[in-house]
């Protein structure tokens, strides 16, 4: 029974996985730019993004032929239903590494992104994308529920950074100049924690955890 | 407000059980598919619902079918009255060789009805209801086997709207018809059951899910699962439903 359906649904979950792939690339390189291990991966930042685009209209064009031709219901609905949503959020985290980019040239020194914590803040983000894109795959309700918990480390690391940025303004700072700049790497990683924490959410309708996916889904900011 | 309530139904054709302790609450004027894999005893439970399994030989039937609270096999129960009550759709259309008018007054008459006034208001009746009057309205001393498969059918149900029942059986009323055709008697299932009890055989998935507010799935006699119609398509409860709807399986 309904082998090429199954082999289609492969071929969805590997898509997801490439997609996921290539933004945790533009995450890493972002995470060496900002705990000081260079800054020459940054130029393929913007390549990478094209990519992820790319394949976010390969999966979105996946999505839409399997929902017209094999007209799905119960677990495989739910599943393409939620990738459909969560290839947005991925391509989004994919266009704010391009904005961070953009940005760390005009940061003069390793030193500042560190003191601001937004080394470690890039650490979260990544744990997040990767957590849930392993819980899509693996159908994993656990996983992403400790994604969506992680998303108030995120929080929080972004209010530390916002703290740092003001005293560092405060105090007169000798590099209070670039005081903007961190502040909008930080809200940008934030942005990407609430896109993991939503891609997480995505996931928890895919599984069906509220039992009434349709009229009462997991809410997802 | 439940019409129609089985109760431990068992049904036995010689010594092969065909349904097994079915317990399953059809409420009145909503459309009830019955779905499941081929010999899984769905079109066997519809036919019991008004008796036409009385007419198969070695047939035993053990639990109850309660319509309007009253047991269908208790032998003061008309079996007739029955039947006009709780009427039938086919899978193949089954036009009587005669005109499209006397089709649908067949009933009527055997009923008693003889005036010609009351007749022709009953069969206007029957065919606006089955959405089929205007397409027929200036052949109806024409023969009906010179209507369309899809018209055929159509006929079919105002000929059983034609004695006013309660309740539709339908059984996969649309598997012989093409798309047009499948969508017109869809149509009218949804126009007619907020005035009767409609419950359908069908093997079209499709077709439970834009038509039946509840839905059962049959397997091997037994009923699996019976809940609302979205809850079985977007998540049912028992893995073998879900096996099913998603094609795993059948």
């Not at chain 2, 369309?148 to 159509?154: D, I, V, W």
């Amino acid at each position: 029974m309904r082998t090429r359906f199954d082999s289609e649904l492969e071929t969805l979950y590997v898509s997801m996985i490439k997609m996921g792939s290539l933004t945790e690339d533009t995450l890493n390189a972002l995470k060496a730019a900002l705990s000081g291990e260079g800054r020459d991966r940054l130029a393929g930042i913007a390549d990478i993004s094209r990519a992820i685009d790319e394949k976010d209209r390969e999966i979105e064009a996946l999505c839409l032929r399997l929902l017209l031709r094999r007209q799905p219901v119960a677990r495989d609905l739910r599943t393409i239903s939620s990738a459909m949503k969560m290839i947005y959020d991925i391509e989004r985290i994919g266009d704010n590494a391009v904005d961070i980019a953009e940005i760390i040239p005009f940061i003069s020194s390793e030193d500042l992104t560190m003191r601001v914590g937004l080394d470690s803040m890039i650490g979260t983000v990544i744990e997040m994308v990767t957590g849930a894109i392993d819980a899509f795959v693996h159908y994993d309700a656990g996983k992403a529920n400790a994604v969506i918990a992680e998303d108030d480390v995120a929080d929080r690391a972004f209010d530390h950074a916002k703290q740092m940025v003001t005293d560092m303004i405060r105090h007169g700072d000798k590099d209070a100049q670039e005081a903007p700049d961190l502040l909008m790497i930080a809200k940008y990683l934030e942005r990407m924690g609430d896109h993991a924490a939503s891609l997480a959410r995505w996931v928890l309708n895919a599984l069906d955890v509220s039992g009434d996916w349709i009229n009462n889904p997991v809410k997802v900011e | 407000m439940t019409i129609i309530e089985t109760k431990d139904l068992d049904l036995w054709y010689g010594s092969m059980q065909a349904l097994k302790k079915i317990n399953l609450k059809m409420e009145e004027k909503s459309i009830t598919a019955l779905i499941g894999p081929s010999g899984c005893g769905k079109s066997t439970f519809l036919r019991t619902l008004n008796r036409m399994n009385d007419l198969v030989q070695g047939v035993r039937i053990e639990g109850e079918v309660l319509y309007n609270g009253e047991n269908i096999f208790s032998p003061k129960v008309d079996v007739n009255g029955l039947r006009y009550e709780v009427g039938m759709v086919f899978q193949k259309p089954n036009p009587f060789m005669m005109s499209i008018y006397d089709n649908i007054a067949y009933g009527p008459r055997t009923h008693g009805i003889k005036s010609k006034v009351k007749l022709d208001e009953i069969v206007e009746k029957a065919l606006v209801d089955a959405s089929l009057f205007d397409e027929v309205k200036d052949r109806l001393r024409k023969s009906a086997l010179g209507l369309s498969g899809g018209q055929q059918q159509r006929l079919c149900i105002a000929r059983a709207l034609a004695v006013q029942p309660k309740v539709l059986l339908m059984d996969e009323p649309t598997s012989a018809l093409d798309p047009i055709s499948t969508a017109k008697i869809e149509e009218l299932a949804m126009s007619l059951c907020d005035r009767y009890t409609i419950i359908i055989v069908t093997h079209n998935m499709q077709q439970a899910l834009r038509i039946a507010h509840k839905t059962a799935f049959f397997l091997l006699g037994e009923v699996i699962e019976y809940d609302d119609t979205e809850k079985i398509f977007s998540n049912p409860s028992d893995p073998r439903t879900e096996d099913y709807v998603t094609g795993r399986f059948g």
